[in-house]
């Protein structure tokens, strides 16, 4: 296929916006569906999964296609929510356009900001289609000013809706000068002239559609200045500039769900957004010489593609999505994965369209399509000829913002979670699982508590894993402030031999994250040498299961300096006992306090939330490091314990109406405020059943 003729293109917004409902309309008018699914009764081509269809939201990307005017168009449906902006991301780097669904109600949201803002980020061309101009209080021209306002672009209606709220009927089109009304929600439409209570707004409309035009390039500006009209296919050429420079945010209007002026939208894809070849190249290097490599996106030059999703689908198996770069791809291809450096076989290529797959022959330069069951490749692999490898960058990693305990319900659950997980993680990276080694749960790490609550779905109903979710105990430590002596001695006489071990500890701190330091300091033989291993054994011991709460003892010195033993009685084993006894007595003298996890972390919200997140900071006994400014957005940077800051993705969108985001890394540990230490201290011995001798 030419790639001229390809467009990728993402359909992104403000969850509930009608994003969806957008791309549908797309495929119906564009014939590519008989019927139009809506997402309400579950019908939708997009949004199939189970989860999406109960919670009537989009959960993961999906992909459909469709052909207009001789362009063939792959369509985008992304997720509008933040705990699943992470797939958008993903998705919009391999995408050549994007289309901006702002709600004619609700305007300008905290996610459509910042879709825009993934879209500047990713360098996507972008169109903007306001959604629900037929229902109450929706407003064109406050959704036009906010665009401006908010996300700080030259935003140019290139229509007029014809009639308000319940009767808006159709547009006026500002390149043609024509009126395009329609016939109920049948899709149908009358071509006429402007109406005349619309004419001015009309002519105003168009002169800054114009304007638009003139300023994205030098030469028609200095035409336009000069008092000369420009030409039909200048004023094309120069808002197609415009808008493939991001200078210019083009503004559509109508209704998805009544078919209402959807047939401009797909012109105005195949008109400004730009095809495959707009890139021009990509930037990679040779797997083995490390050298940079370049591949120009064309049909003519090697296969090169990148894996930048996988889905697990139930009846094909894995499915690996990416999209060529360069050259053409077909079932007698087996591509290196120059990431792994591993061969994959080729089976079928596939069109995805939604929950179903088209086979197709080859596919070439610009197209995304997928293929299954490959044995290695997983998402962020590089594809290429074996003959003239190339490496492209992985995308980078997503840091997770809650994690949860998860406690498998059976044995059997138990069994079959890690093998699950994986499966899963491989369709969404932006899950992390693992086992704290400390405190021995299984923990589940994503970006957000619907995330998550989703994933745990998912594992029942796609695996058969039932599992509970629970707020993760704090790895705590202990550690000593002051330096103790103590006699460990274990001594006992049950008939025959006996057991004898008897030696002095002294214990010291060391330095926060020295960790543990044993010495022996025995002199004359009072302990035999081969009975000292035992001694620290003993010790470590008795540090991992701590003094005072159970939690392992860190940055202490232990030196054995005297002691005895029985010639016929003592044994590594009493040995081991006694210096666990005598490493407890004298910790305990030690002025043992509790440590607490802390971490850093750095907020990024907008200049009007920084005192309120300081002042929450402050409340969850946050020392704030500094405020810097990034654009229009402040980053906070603060040490935070990790007990106050395991929900704090959620209070942070509370204070920032969504608007903010952080990362959080674990930084140190510091001493637990005696208040706090004694709360701890006790629930830890509640939940142990047991009380820690004082």
Known sequence: MDIHQLRNVGIIAHGGAGKTTLAEALLFNAKATERMGKVDDGSSNFDYDPEEIRRQITISTSFHHYNWNRVEVTVADTPGYINFEADTHACLRQLDGAVLVVN??????????????????TGVPTIAFVSRMDRERADFPKAVEEMADI???????????IGAEAGFRGVVDLFG???????GDTGQFDVTGIPPDLADAAAKGREKVVEAAAESDDSLLEKYLEGASLTEEEIRKGFTA???????????????????????????????????????????????????????ISADAPFSALVFKTLADPYAGKLSIFKIYSGTLSPDLSPLNATKNVTERIGQIFRLEGKKQRP????????????????????????????????????????????????????SD????????????????????GKDAQTREFILSGMGEIHLEVAVEKLRRQFGVEVELRTP???????????????????????????????????????????????????????????????????VERMSRGVIAGYPVVDAKVTVFDGSFHTVDSSEMAFKIAASLGFRKA?????????????EVEIVVPEENVGDIIGDLNGRRGRVQGVEARGRLQIVKAFVPLAEVLRYSSDLRSITSGRGQFTMRMSSYEEVPSVIAEKVIAETRKEMGEEVEE
């Open 473 to 539: 105990k704090i790895p705590y430590k202990e550690t000593i402030k002051a330096s103790a002596e103590s006699q460990g001695k274990y001594k006992k006489q049950t008939g025959g031999r006996g057991q004898y071990g008897d030696c002095w500890l002294r214990v010291e701190p060391l330095p926060p994250g020295t960790g543990f330091e044993f010495v022996n300091a025995i002199v004359g033989g009072v302990i035999p040498r081969q009975y000292i291993p035992a001694v620290e054994k003993g010790v």
């Open 414 to 433: 138990e069994d079959k979670l890690g093998s699950s997980l994986s499966r899963m993680i491989e369709e969404d990276p932006t899950l992390q699982f």
């Open 360 to 411: 197709v022959p080859s596919a070439s330069a610009g197209e995304i399509v997928a293929v299954a069951k490959f044995k290695e490749t997983s998402t962020g692999d590089t594809l290429c000829d074996p003959k003239t490898p190339i490496l492209y960058p992985s995308p980078p990693a997503v840091e997770p913002v809650i994690s949860f305990a998860i406690r498998p319900k059976t044995r």
């Open 587 to 599: 910790a305990i003298e030690a002025k043992p306090v509790l440590l607490e996890p802390i971490t």
């Open 104 to 121: 004619a109600v609700s305007g300008v949201e905290v996610q459509t900001e910042k879709m825009w803002h993934l879209a500047c980020d």
């Open 242 to 296: 415009g808008v493939r420079a991001m200078k210019v945010l083009p503004v559509l209007c109508g209704s998805a769900l009544r078919n209402i002026a959807i047939h401009p939208v797909l012109d105005m894809i195949n008109f400004v957004l730009p095809d495959p070849s707009f890139r021009a190249e990509m930037k990679g290097t040779h797997p083995k010489k490390k050298a940079e490599e370049v591949r120009p």
């Open 151 to 161: 996300l700080k672009v030259h935003a140019v209606p290139v229509q007029i809706p």
């Open 177 to 183: 000068m024509k009126a395009y009304v329609y016939k």
